[in-house]
């Protein structure tokens, strides 16, 4: 690669961050046949996280990666002007895990949600940004791989909510409306998956210091 078409290159790269998603999907609906790469450029790496901490399963999630783009695609008409390109895009990404799941007989109902309560603390609460480990002094990383293992470990339905809640900040009613469900389902589901890592992760200790962020 010659200098010049690598500043040319830099040049494109800066452009994208400059752009937002949503005039991205304008583009593409206009039909810029660049527009999806940039999107997947931007999106690849927390979308395949999202669907690895779904399936737990690296081929899977590889497969819903390429189909969740292929949906983007071939929906690109039903995007609204007012609405969050990573919020849309999530929906599809979680509709296509539960359209595998439900082709998956080994795991019925994964992703069924079927309980409300609107009495629930939030992520914020349960998960703070500065979780110190009562035993050892553990790195802040450390207690990231922490916190994701554990929440890969939550049953499925609370593993989706939380995934999309916590690590992807959507919020609530965009998480309801990715998830087919309720505002008051994803509150019990995070309650439930908060009760759950509760008991799983090291909390902090009363009146003791802080030593880092978990998330």
């Keep these: 690669m010659d200098d010049v078409e690598r500043r040319m290159n830099q040049a494109n790269r800066e452009s994208d961050v400059a752009e937002s998603d949503e005039s991205v999907m304008a583009r593409l609906q206009k039909g810029d046949g660049d527009a ?3 999107l997947v450029r931007r999106h690849a790496n927390r979308l395949l996280g999202f669907l690895l901490r779904m399936t ?4 899977r999630a590889e497969d819903l990666f390429q189909e969740t783009f292929l949906r983007v695609h071939t929906k690109v008409d039903t995007f609204k002007p007012d609405q969050r390109f990573k919020a ?13 799941q439900r082709r ?22 349960i ?11 553990l790195s802040a990383d450390e207690r990231k791989v922490r916190v994701r293992a554990a929440v890969e470990n939550l049953p499925p339905r609370q593993r989706a909510t939380v995934a999309l809640a916590y690590f992807e900040d959507l919020s609530y009613p965009e998480v309801a409306a ?3 469900c309720t505002v008051g389902t994803v509150k019990t589901q995070v ?5 759950t890592l509760a008991r799983i992760l090291p909390m902090p200790e009363r009146g003791g210091t802080t030593a880092g962020g978990a998330r």
């Design 36 to 38: 999806l790469e940039i």
């Design 56 to 59: 737990r399963d690296r081929g």
């Design 88 to 100: 849309w895009l999530y929906a599809i990404a979680a509709h296509a895990a539960i359209d595998a």
């Design 104 to 125: 998956d007989a080994r795991a019925p109902d994964m992703f069924s949600f079927d309980a409300e309560n609107d009495e629930t603390p939030s992520l914020a609460e």
């Design 127 to 137: 998960l703070p940004a500065d979780t110190p480990h009562p035993a050892e002094k």
């Design 178 to 180: 990715a998830l087919g």
């Design 191 to 195: 309650s439930r998956a908060m009760a």
